[in-house]
């Protein structure tokens, strides 16, 4: 059954490639020569609706862009329902910026504030935000957020993996440290009116919502996260925490581990 998904899966990605890349006969090529000694080290992909994005030519940093841009994993329209045309959005865990790009062309006023902890994926979400010319509208920030301002020790697989983090894989990278800060100058520094928030941090996700003030919340409409199996926490103090601030769940996606998922929440209007 595992090798049937396996395959189902891979012949889903060869069907969604050219109708995503206008380079796809490239995509293909550089497909078929990862693992070999004719490996890029980059990937290009030039997506049929304008932009131009590069990744390390690696399984955890390309798959994004398939989540966002085909399988439309964060569900834009439905998360973008609600929210002001010029709102304040906070991508946290940017990765190399698939989701902000596509928030981008969603909500063409949008001001979006990118914090990636990843060196390597910060790099690549400033290439790709500078390569789309949207400078001006998203704001990256090289650095982690977390609970507390300082630092911010983790593991880095070092090819923009999404698997970064506190729940990496044994092995994945080395450890790095890197500058951090809080979900509450997160909001200061976008200059408040944050009504959209995305956050994948492999992990950190605790430590940064249930260590923040509530007021910093007051004017997020809609949030999406990724959580993820945390020794010593559950979900219900993620949902506890943001229904104490009037932020409640509206749809929920298990993962295929106790603790894994995806969760999207929204502001009750009245």
């Not at 926490?233 to 998922?261: C, F, M, N, Q, W």
Request: aromatic share 8%; hydrophobic share 40%.
């Amino acid at each position: 059954m595992k090798t049937e998904r396996g395959v189902a899966h891979l012949a889903k990605r060869v069907r969604q490639t050219p109708m995503l890349f206008r380079n796809f006969p490239t995509v293909f090529k550089d497909l078929a020569l990862h693992d070999t000694k004719w490996q890029s080290d980059e990937m290009t992909f030039r997506l049929r609706n304008g932009y131009t994005v590069v990744s390390p030519n690696a399984d955890g940093a390309r798959f994004p862009l398939y989540e966002v841009f085909a399988d439309d994993g964060y569900r834009l329209d439905e998360l973008c329902a609600g929210v002001d045309p010029d709102a304040t959005v906070l991508d946290v865990g940017g990765q190399i910026g698939s989701f902000s790009l596509a928030l981008a062309k969603a909500l063409p006023q949008a001001s979006i504030h990118v914090y990636e902890a990843s060196p390597t994926s910060a790099s690549y979400v400033s290439r790709n935000i500078n390569a789309n010319r949207l400078q001006s509208r998203v704001t990256v920030h090289a650095s982690a957020m977390s609970g507390e301002t300082g630092t911010f020790t983790f593991v880095d697989s070092g090819d923009a993996s999404g698997h970064n983090g506190l729940t990496a894989p044994e092995g994945l990278g080395d450890e790095v440290t890197v500058p951090a800060v809080t979900f509450d100058e997160a909001v200061k520094v976008a200059g408040g009116n944050v009504q959209l928030v995305k956050m994948d941090v492999e992990g950190a996700e605790y430590d940064i919502i249930l260590k923040s003030d509530p007021a910093s919340w007051s004017d997020v409409r809609k949030v999406v996260m990724e959580y993820h199996p945390v020794e010593g926490h559950s979900l219900k103090e993620l949902t506890d925490y943001l229904a104490a601030v009037g932020i409640t769940e509206v749809r929920h996606e298990p993962g295929t581990r106790a603790g894994l998922g995806v969760m999207w929440l929204a502001r009750k209007t009245a």
